[in-house]
């Protein structure tokens, strides 16, 4: 066993990045398998390594290629499910990488081709395929242009995991043997679909260059950075995560102060309401007191009126009432 590991970040860079004829052969080798393409002439836009990944919003060690018609592939090797939600991450790297584009005085029409593509060492979609290659289009799968060459912006995955690694190496076609080298090139000639591979495929033979290049020590300072990149990933998202519950929590704190509040608004509503009930109490009660007391004076004047010999009469029509009223005022 060796410790060569392409699904390591650094090593995947060193790999198919560095700047020299043997890196960017294999990278050449790399992208006409995945992306189905004749693939001539590829520049590295990217090749240093990263220097200080501490303060990244998400380490990344992605490859920035450039073919001969200025065509853009962001490739990127991705092992684990993240927390910092993949499906909105990769949408978010394709529409920064096709909006790079200086269209200063030019016309739309010379937008250059940009494609996205991912290894994925997990399971994403539920389909039997490798490669997908997500594009724009309306629901019920309509295309957003008419033919797919003015299709400039393109998502490509590959899920490594979907690949049978059991097939007999002379079932395998190209991009499943590549994947099998990238999962198993620790091994070496070790294991005998690899041993075959080196021995009798092209591709892999160059891949196989590249990765003797790397010396133990190189592989040992490779691993430690990958250990590092990956723990500053870890805390990265773990503080991503605090800060979410955080704000879920802010805003339970702010939901229960608006009940609060509502609940104080609604007492002091009864409150008021109490008030004016009391108030409306009070006002009727004097009301009929006062309408009490002015009965008791019409009373002893019907009665005196009466006791000098008025008749029920006369008094009706002083006083303008009806003569059952008058009696049902002196019960």
């Given amino acids: 066993m060796r410790s060569a590991n392409l ?13 020299c004829k043997e890196a960017n052969d ?37 490859l920035l290629v450039e073919f001969d018609d200025q065509t853009m592939v962001d490739l990127e090797m991705q092992l684990r499910q ?21 269209m200063e005085g030019k016309s739309y029409s010379q937008l250059k081709e940009t494609i996205v593509m991912i290894f994925f060492n997990v399971n994403i979609f539920e389909n039997d395929n490798i490669c997908n290659t ?23 995955t590959i899920e490594m995991p979907k690949v049978d690694l059991n097939k007999p190496l002379e079932d395998m076609n190209e991009q499943e043997k590549m994947i099998y080298y990238f999962l198993n090139c620790h091994k ?17 033979q160059m891949l196989e260059k590249r990765v003797e290049t790397i010396s133990d020590d190189r592989w040992k300072k490779i691993i430690e950075d ?6 500053n990933e870890e805390r990265i998202e773990l503080q991503l995560e605090l800060e ?22 609604v007492r002091k509503a009864q ?38 010999g008025m008749s029920l009469e006369f008094v009706s029509k002083s006083l303008s009432k009806s003569e059952d009223e008058i009696m049902e005022l002196l019960k």
């Fill in 7 to 19: 699904l390591n970040d650094f090593a995947f860079k060193y790999v198919f990045g560095e700047d």
């Fill in 26 to 62: 294999a990278l050449k080798s790399l992208l006409t398998v995945f992306l189905e393409r004749k693939v001539n002439k590829v520049v590295v836009k990217n090749s240093e390594m990263v220097k200080d990944y501490s303060k990244m919003k998400s380490p990344r060690l992605d």
């Fill in 82 to 102: 993240t927390k910092d939600n993949l499906m909105n991450r990769f949408p978010y790297y394709s529409a920064r990488l096709h909006g790079s584009q200086d």
């Fill in 134 to 156: 997500f594009r724009y289009k309306c629901d019920g799968d309509l295309p957003f242009v008419k033919e797919e060459k003015e299709d400039r912006m393109k998502l490509r």
């Fill in 188 to 204: 070496g000639m070790e294991d005998s679909k690899i041993k075959m591979m080196i021995e009798s495929d092209e591709v892999i």
């Fill in 226 to 231: 990958f250990q590092k990149l990956h723990e």
């Fill in 244 to 265: 979410e519950l955080q704000k879920a929590k802010e805003k339970v704190r702010k939901a229960e102060e608006d009940v609060r509040k509502a609940q104080e608004d």
């Fill in 271 to 308: 409150e008021d309401v109490r008030k004016q009930v009391e108030e409306a109490d009070k006002k009727v009660e004097d009301a009929n007191r006062q309408i009490e007391q002015m009965n008791q004076v019409m009373k002893q004047g019907i009665k005196a009126m009466l006791a000098n």
